[in-house]
């Protein structure tokens, strides 16, 4: 079976099947072409879009005709200082509270042994401590505040739930 070849020039010419990958010669320009096999035309056998969903299993369906998937969008990590930051602060908060106790309980006890001097002296130590503890939570909470405020944006960029 022959097989057709257009040339650059327009003109179609024949060819044996035995000559495919060979070179040959347009009758009409003259120019030296391949001779290869023809592009298979495009089948026509396409499912007309009615614009609803065909749900007949028996019907085949050229999986090359199927809609490409969605593109998945590619969720990339979370940056890895949101968890650290996240520790640091309440790890923060918590020795806040913790030398604020025990500066407390230490005065407390030490209070009952102190005079007039000592416990000017002891009342300043809790209110430092006391001041401590109250600027590291001041400081900490807007961090975690930042944080999670952080992960809402990426969530909602990327469509987390
Ligand atoms: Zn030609």
Redesign the pocket.
Known sequence: MAIEIT?????I?NAPDSAIGKKGR??????V?DIVTPPEPEKQNRVPDLGIQMEDEDVPVDPRLAPPPPPSVKIPPEPFYYGFLVFYAYTCITLGIVQFVVFLGLAVVAAQYADYGQSVVLGSTVLWSLGVMLGVVLVSCPVLLAVDAARNVRAMRYGIK
Do not use: E
């Open positions: 040339c650059t020039c327009g003109r010419l347009c009758k009409g320009c003259g120019k072409i």
